[in-house]
């Protein structure tokens, strides 16, 4: 089994101020939903994940590809952010 840290959101624009998301994944080729990661991630305006200790993402296969999804908590409507990953 393979793990990963998120260290960093890619968002497609500078947010204004630090964000607090939930923070998902799931497997690519899934038709399935997402498993939460946390629904309390914070996150600074760079994308940094300011989280300690960092978040890890476990029991993963490698060498598949992973959708990270990020949502920010007070955006209405919500807004996603996705991230492909291939486990290590």
């Given amino acids: 089994m393979a793990s990963f840290?998120?260290?960093?959101?890619?968002?497609?624009?500078?947010?204004?101020g630090d964000q607090t998301g939930t923070l998902e994944y799931k497997e690519a080729s899934s038709s399935g939903g997402y498993t939460l990661v946390s629904s309390d991630v914070d996150v600074d305006t760079d994308g940094t994940v300011l989280e300690s200790p960092p978040l890890t993402i476990s029991g993963l296969v490698s060498g598949t590809l992973y959708i990270?999804?990020?949502?920010?908590n007070c955006a209405s409507p919500v807004e996603y952010w996705y991230e492909y990953i291939?486990?290590?």
């Fill in 68 to 72: 990270l999804r990020f949502s920010n």
């Fill in 5 to 16: 840290q998120v260290n960093k959101i890619n968002f497609s624009g500078t947010p204004s």
């Fill in 86 to 88: 291939t486990a290590p």
